[in-house]
C-alpha cells in the first residue's frame, strides 16, 4: 500500500511508534494480524512504470528482433544488461552458483544472472539482472531509450520524437 510517514514516538518500553497514513483500507487486515509478529517494510514510495511504457518496449524489441533475425528474447535480455541501475553483484560459495542462477532465472525472461570468479577462495561473484516488470518509472526510461537508440541505429522507425517526449513525460520522467 502507498501511504506517508505521519509520527514517530516512544512507547513506555521505549520501543518506537510509527504512525502511517494510508490511502487504502487496512481494517481487514487489522483485524486478521493484530497481536501477531508481523514484518514490516517502509521505502520511498517511486512512480511505477505504464503498461503502455511496457507495451512500447516490446514493440522496439519486436522490430529490432525482425531487423536482426534473432529471437525477442535474445533482444530484450541484451538491453537489460546494457542499462544502468538494474543489477546487483552477489558473492556466492561456487557450490551454490548453479541453483542461484536457476532458482533467479525462473522469475521471468529479463532475470538474468552470470557468474565470474571471486577473489574471495571458494566463492564466486555472481550479477544479477532484474528483469523489467520490477523497474520503476526511471529505470523502465533508460530500457526504452536503449530500445530506440537501437532502432535508430539499424533505421528502424519509432514513434515520433514530440511523441516519446509526451510519452515520458506521461511517465513522469524528464527529457535525456
Given amino acids: 500500500m502507498q501511504g506517508r510517514l505521519i509520527d514517530i514516538s516512544y512507547g513506555l518500553n521505549r520501543r518506537q511508534r510509527v504512525t502511517v497514513e494510508i490511502s487504502g483500507d487496512f481494517s481487514g487486515e487489522y483485524d486478521r494480524l493484530k497481536n501477531t509478529d508481523v514484518d514490516v517494510e517502509i521505502k520511498k514510495h517511486r512512480k511505477q512504470r505504464s503498461l503502455t511504457a511496457n507495451a512500447y518496449a516490446w514493440v522496439l524489441v519486436d522490430k529490432i528482433a525482425e531487423a536482426l533475425i534473432l529471437d525477442k528474447a535474445s533482444v530484450y535480455k541484451n538491453a537489460i544488461r546494457e542499462i544502468g541501475g538494474v543489477s546487483e553483484i552477489v558473492c556466492v560459495q561456487e557450490g551454490a ?4 542462477r536457476s532458482a533467479w532465472e525462473a522469475n521471468g525472461i529479463g532475470w538474468q544472472a552470470e557468474a565470474m570468479p571471486s577473489k ?3 566463492c564466486a561473484n555472481v550479477i544479477l539482472w532484474y528483469g523489467s516488470s520490477t523497474y ?5 526510461y533508460g530500457l526504452i531509450s536503449r530500445l530506440i537508440d537501437d532502432c535508430r541505429g539499424l533505421g528502424i522507425e519509432t514513434r515520433p520524437e514530440d511523441e516519446i517526449k509526451a510519452m515520458m513525460a506521461q511517465w513522469g520522467t524528464r527529457d535525456k
Avoid at 552458483?97 to 542461484?100: F, N
Avoid at 520503476?136 to 523502465?140: A, E, G, P, V
Fill in 97 to 100: 552458483v548453479d541453483r542461484l
Fill in 136 to 140: 520503476d518509472t526511471r529505470q523502465m
Fill in 120 to 122: 574471495i577462495e571458494g
